[in-house]
């Protein structure tokens, strides 16, 4: 049985399949960056007021696909930008770095170089989990270009995280040039979930084996050993903090430390939902986001 469930993962990943799945209200583009990488994104909503926007990074080994049902609903009038939906580098659509370089410092130096290709001035960041993270360091370093920040499944730190830890021995003895094991794959994407949806873990599990054992490794070698939470009071972007009180990654107490250090934060936490909150609670994360621009109107600017 799971010979057969790995192998309908793995046709999912023709291209003619993917094409297909792209909705009709979603373009499909790549830009070269400063930063030398060829990255992959797709974009919605209004092409005027292209200096503000939304834009979204989504969770390790993931693709922009992971924020299928929050696009859906995306942009929303009350902050009717361009939403862009990114593909990291290595991740996804996006091409691998030469030579291999998957830090956090790299992630963030190609969103600042994704905003200035496509003249950017500010934007409302969304990150979902790995993404988080890069959303809240650009932030602290790029103050002035970050009007507000969303946080979905976020903690303060991953370097020596728990989890990490315990993926790390996993990850190291993966084969630089190829893709996860599809058995580990598809354990490791369906403990994000609490309640599982059998087609999301599907393009879930279909676009962690894009990625090839290096980028599997830099990436988490990349999160266990960068600690920028000290840095986190700088923050001075409004910041809404989403969480699922049945995540299995990171904790209530990691959240209330996240709220804690960033000034202008709310936590919002929804019962019954795992990691992947963005595909479980996705209605309900757009409309706590309509609220926390409604009442952050004054400030993103």
């Known amino acids: 049985m799971i010979a057969i469930f790995v192998a309908t993962f793995i046709l999912s990943l023709c291209p003619s399949t993917y094409a297909r799945m792209t909705g009709p209200d979603l373009m499909s583009f790549r830009v070269t960056l400063s930063t030398g990488i060829d990255m992959h994104f797709v974009a919605k909503g209004p092409r005027h007021r292209k200096k503000k926007a939304i834009i979204l990074l989504h969770g390790y080994s993931d693709s922009w696909r992971s924020f299928d049902e929050i696009l859906k609903l995306l942009p929303i ?70 009007l507000a920040l969303v946080l979905l499944g976020s903690t303060t730190t991953m370097a020596n995280h728990p989890v990490v830890l315990e993926l790390k021995p996993i990850i ?80 209530l107490e990691e959240q209330n430390e996240l709220d804690t250090l960033i000034p202008d934060s709310t936590l919002v936490i929804y019962p019954d939902a795992g990691h992947a909150v963005n595909v479980e609670r996705a209605e309900e994360i757009v409309e706590d986001i309509k609220e926390f621009v409604e009442n952050q109107l004054g400030k993103l600017d």
Request: hydrophobic share 35%.
């Open 77 to 146: 009038k009350e902050f009717p930008a361009p939403v862009y939906a990114i593909d990291m580098r290595g991740h996804g659509e996006s091409s691998r770095s030469e030579p291999s370089s998957y830090t956090q410092d790299n992630f963030t130096d190609d969103l600042a170089a994704f905003m200035d290709k496509l003249k950017i001035r500010k934007a409302m960041i969304i990150g979902h989990s790995m993404g988080s993270l890069i959303a809240h360091k650009f932030a602290i370093e790029h103050p002035n270009r970050v």
């Open 172 to 251: 190291d003895s993966f084969d630089d040039d190829e893709p996860a094991d599809p058995e580990f794959v598809i354990e490791f994407q369906a403990s994000t979930f609490y309640n599982p949806i059998p087609w999301v873990t599907y393009r879930y599990v279909s676009e962690s084996l894009r990625l090839k054992g290096i980028v599997w490794k830099q990436t988490l070698d990349g999160l266990n050993v960068e600690d920028h939470s000290s840095q986190l009071p700088q923050i001075t972007a409004p910041t809404l903090i989403v969480w699922g009180d049945k995540d299995g990654v990171f904790s």
